[in-house]
C-alpha cells in the first residue's frame, strides 16, 4: 500500500513557505500587466462607500480583464498531467545507427522536458485512475525540438486512425449523460474491435493504475527509423526503463486516494524533486534492419504488437533524470507542445498508419489550444529558427529582418545539405486503398502476455479488474467481450464467465 499521510507537510505543502523564505526582506510592489506601479489593492475606485465602480479604474480592468482568459482549451486528450525537467546523457554509442546530434558522443547531455498524463480524463481529473499514462518527452537538441510522444505501454487499443476518435470517443463522458466511464460505450467498442485485445490486458493489469510517474516505463510504441551517417536506416523503438522500480497500486487504494489526493502522483513527482529524489529512466532503444523487419512473423508497424526481445533486445542508450519543477505550470507544462512531428536530422517516421495521422494532429490541435505561434513560447522554442513563416497572434521573434520569402536574393537562409543527406529514402508501392487492418493476428502477443508475463497472482487480479469493469455493461456485450478473451486462453474465459454468471452455451452476436 503506498506511504500516504495527507495530514503531513511534504514540499507541495510547503511551496509558499519556501517562497517566502527565500524572498524575506524584499518587498517588491505590485504593478498592472503593463507594470506601472499599483497604489492600492484592497479597494475599487468607487463613488463613495456604496456608490458605483468607476470605469478608470485600470487596476481593477486590468486585473478581471486578464482572468476573465486565464483559461485555454484543455488538450482534448491526455489533459490532467505533471510536468518536469531535466537531462538526456548519452551513456552508450550508438552512432552506428543515427547521426541525430543528441546521440553524437558518451557523456553528451541535452536539455529535456517531460510530461506525464492520463488520457480520458479532464484538466481535474484524479491522477488514480485506471488509465493507460502518457509520456512525453521533448529534447531541446542544437538541431531543433526532437517529441517522443509516448506512453508507459509499449502498445495501443487501435492502429488505424480511421478509429481513433471513436476509441477516444468511447473513453470519454457519455454526450447524453455525461458521466465517464459508460461502460456500455467502452465494451462496446473494444468487443468489436479485437486488435484492441492485447492493450486492454495491459490496462486491466496491475500496470493499468501504477504507484506514481516515477514508477513507471514510457515507450515510444511507434516504430521510427533511424539514419546514420552513411545514409542508412534502421527500425527503431524506444524504451524508457524507470531506475525507481515498477510499483502499482491496488484498485482498492486507488479509489481511496481519488477521493483523498486527486493530485496524488502530481505531488508526488514534485516533492521527489524538491527533495532531491531525482527520478531517472534508462533510455534503450531496440533496433532492426529493412531485411530483419522483413522476416518477421509479425508485422513490424503494427501498433498493436511489440517487438519481441528475442527478435530485437534492448540496446541502453543513456539515462533520462528529471532534475527541476516547472515554477510556473501553465507556463510550462500546460503550454508545452508535444508532436511527433518534431523531428531532427538522423531520426524519421516509418510507415505506420497511426503514426502518418499523427503528423498532423498534434501540430493542428496546438495551433487551436495555444494559437498560432506556440513554438515561440519559451518552454517549445527551439534554440535557433530561421524560416520564412511570419506574424500571426503573440508573435516575438522577428527573425532580425531577413527576407519572409524563398528563394530570395537577399541572404535568406538557405537548405541545411546535412538534413538532405540525412533524409530517408523509401521505397514505397502499392494500390492506394482502403484496408481494413483488424483482422490479423490479435491474439498471440497477448496469450504471451497472459501466459508468459503474468504471474499466476497477476492473472487472479487481472480478472477481478476486467470484471470490475465488465460486471457494468450489457449481457451481450460482455458474451462478445469474453468470446475475444477466449481466444487469448480458454482459462480466461472461463473465469471471467464464471465470474459473470454466465452460461457456457450462447450465440455471440457480432
Ligand atoms: C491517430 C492517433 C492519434 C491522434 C489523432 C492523437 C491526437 C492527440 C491530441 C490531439 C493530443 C492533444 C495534444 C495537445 O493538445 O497538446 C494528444 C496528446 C497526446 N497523445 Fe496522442 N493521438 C494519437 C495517438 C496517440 C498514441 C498512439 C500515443 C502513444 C503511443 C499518444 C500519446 C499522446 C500523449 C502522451 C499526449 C499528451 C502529450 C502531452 O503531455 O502534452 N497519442 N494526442
Redesign the pocket.
Known amino acids: 500500500m503506498p506511504n500516504f499521510n495527507h495530514f503531513v507537510r511534504d514540499s507541495v505543502s510547503n511551496q509558499l513557505s519556501d517562497y517566502a523564505e527565500k524572498h524575506e526582506g524584499e518587498q517588491t510592489s505590485i504593478t498592472t500587466g503593463s507594470g506601472n506601479p499599483v497604489g492600492e489593492k484592497d479597494a475599487s475606485l468607487t463613488v463613495g462607500y456604496h456608490g458605483p465602480t468607476l470605469l478608470q479604474d485600470v487596476m481593477l480592468l486590468d486585473d478581471l480583464s486578464h482572468f476573465t482568459k486565464e483559461r485555454n482549451p484543455e ?4 489533459a490532467k ?1 505533471a510536468g518536469a525537467f531535466g537531462y538526456f546523457e548519452v551513456t552508450h554509442d550508438i552512432t552506428q545507427y543515427t547521426a541525430a546530434k543528441p546521440f553524437s558522443e558518451l557523456g553528451k547531455r541535452t536539455p529535456i522536458a517531460v ?1 506525464f ?1 492520463t488520457v480520458a480524463g479532464e484538466r481535474g481529473y484524479p491522477d488514480t485512475v485506471r488509465d493507460v499514462r ?3 518527452v521533448k529534447f531541446y537538441t542544437e538541431d531543433g525540438i526532437w517529441d517522443i ?3 508507459n505501454t509499449p502498445v ?1 487499443f487501435v492502429k488505424d ?1 480511421a478509429l ?1 476518435s471513436s476509441f477516444i470517443h468511447v473513453l470519454k463522458r457519455n454526450p447524453v449523460t455525461n458521466v465517464r466511464v459508460d461502460y456500455d460505450m467502452f465494451w462496446d467498442f473494444v468487443s468489436l474491435r479485437k486488435e484492441t485485445t492485447h492493450q486492454t490486458l495491459i490496462t486491466f493489469s496491475d500496470r493499468g493504475i501504477p504507484r506514481s510517474y516515477r514508477h513507471m516505463h514510457g515507450y515510444g ?2 516504430t521510427y527509423s533511424f539514419i546514420n551517417a552513411q545514409g542508412v536506416l534502421h527500425w527503431v523503438k524506444y524504451h524508457f526503463i524507470t531506475n525507481q522500480e515498477i510499483q502499482n497500486m491496488s484498485s482498492k487504494d486507488a479509489l481511496r486516494i481519488a477521493g483523498e489526493d486527486p493530485d496524488f502522483h502530481t505531488r508526488d513527482l514534485y516533492n521527489a524533486i524538491s527533495t532531491g529524489d531525482y527520478p531517472s529512466w534508462t533510455f534503450c532503444i531496440q533496433v532492426m534492419t529493412q531485411e530483419q523487419a522483413q522476416k518477421l512473423s509479425y508485422d513490424p508497424f503494427d ?1 498493436t504488437k511489440v517487438w519481441l526481445h528475442a527478435d530485437s533486445p534492448l540496446i541502453p542508450v543513456g539515462r533520462i533524470v528529471l532534475n527541476k519543477s516547472p515554477s510556473n505550470y501553465f507556463a510550462e507544462i500546460e503550454q ?3 508532436d511527433v512531428a518534431h523531428l531532427i536530422p538522423g531520426i524519421d517516421i516509418s510507415p505506420d498508419r ?1 503514426l502518418q ?2 503528423m498532423f ?2 501540430r493542428d ?2 495551433q487551436y ?1 495555444l494559437g498560432t505561434n506556440y513554438n515561440q513560447l519559451s518552454v517549445n522554442s527551439a534554440y535557433r529558427v530561421h524560416n520564412y513563416s511570419r506574424d500571426g497572434y503573440g508573435t516575438v521573434v522577428s527573425q532580425g529582418g531577413a527576407p519572409n520569402y524563398h528563394p530570395n536574393s537577399f541572404e535568406g537562409p538557405v537548405i541545411d545539405k546535412r538534413a538532405r543527406a540525412l533524409s530517408p529514402c523509401l521505397p514505397l508501392h502499392g494500390d492506394a486503398k482502403r484496408i481494413d487492418s483488424g483482422h490479423d493476428d490479435n491474439f498471440s502477443q497477448a496469450r504471451l502476455l497472459y501466459t508468459r508475463v503474468l504471474k499466476e497472482d497477476e492473472r487472479v487480479r487481472l480478472v477481478e479488474n476486467l470484471v470490475d469493469w465488465l460486471k457494468r455493461t450489457t449481457k451481450k456485450i460482455q458474451r462478445r467481450a469474453i468470446s475475444n478473451f477466449e481466444q487469448v486462453h480458454k482459462s480466461l474465459g472461463t473465469k471471467l464467465r464464471e465470474a459473470l454468471n454466465l452460461s457456457e452455451e450462447f450465440h455471440i452476436e457480432f
Open positions: 488538450r482534448v486528450v491526455h498531467g510530461r498524463s502518457g509520456f512525453a510522444v509516448g506512453n495501443f486512425a481513433f510504441s511507434h501498433l508545452i507542445a508535444m497511426m495521422a499523427r494532429a498534434y490541435t496546438h489550444r
